[in-house]
């Protein structure tokens, strides 16, 4: 049984562009949330989706986006990449809602360099 | 606002003694907590949650305090080892979300 997974695994981009970023939950997972860890930082919660909704969202511009597919995977979306957006991208599922159990699964992370 | 944060960067331990992490938090609406382990390259490693009705919870090697009145929280890990060696988080959910909040973690270095 395949835990998260994230791709890429490293990522450059230059300031201005546009990047995206995929996940997988685990198996059985229907709940993703994605986190952006500075260098020596915690994570930082950036939103949460839902059936395919965005439910949740912590303190990020509107740059930040996302997406949620029928088959629960999902995508962030930065646009016009600034340099403090370097950092390592982590994205976590969880059992669906109404479980008793607030446990995520993080994936490796996506490491985004902005020169 | 709501924090979570760390009193140590650095803990620096024997391998085979005891280690002790703690960690302060600012939401008293939080009511679950969250001991995270990450390795150099890896995403976050659930190692053992308490809830805010509890105290104490043990798991293997590992155990979890919570003093509610003081809004502290701590993992002894037991006879450490240097596969142990990580950064240390804890986090902490507020109220009926599944959005976690982290502290910014300590370094814990175990030498043979």
């Known amino acids: 049984d395949a835990g998260v997974t994230q791709s890429p695994t490293h990522l450059i981009k230059t300031r201005g562009q546009q990047v995206t970023l995929r996940c997988s939950p685990k198996s059985g997972h229907d709940t993703v949330s994605w986190y952006q860890q500075a260098l020596g930082q915690g994570p930082q919660f950036i939103f949460q989706?839902?059936?395919?909704?965005?439910?949740q969202r912590g303190n990020f511009p509107d740059r930040f986006s996302g997406h949620q597919f029928p088959n629960y995977s999902s995508e962030l979306n930065v646009n016009a990449l600034l340099l403090g957006d370097s950092a390592l991208y982590l994205c976590?599922?969880?059992?669906?809602?109404?479980?008793?159990?607030?446990?995520?699964?993080f994936g490796p992370g996506t490491r985004l360099t902005v020169t | 606002g709501e924090s979570v944060g760390l009193h140590l960067p650095t803990l620096s331990v024997q391998e085979g003694d005891n280690s002790i992490i703690n960690c302060a938090y600012s939401?008293?609406?939080?009511?679950?907590f969250i001991w995270y382990k990450q390795e150099s390259g890896k995403g976050p490693q659930f190692i053992i949650d308490i809830r805010s009705n509890m105290d104490k919870r043990q798991g293997q090697r590992v155990t979890v305090l919570l003093n509610k009145t003081v809004k502290h929280l701590s993992l002894q890990i037991a006879a450490t080892q240097p596969g142990d060696s990580a950064v240390y988080f804890c986090a902490e959910i507020s109220g009926a979300t599944n959005k976690l909040i982290f502290g910014t973690g300590t370094l814990l270095a175990v030498q043979p």
């Open positions: 989706y839902y059936e395919e909704e965005e439910r």
């Open positions: 976590a599922s969880s059992t669906p809602q109404g479980m008793a159990t607030y446990e995520q699964y």
């Open positions: 939401n008293s609406a939080s009511d679950y």
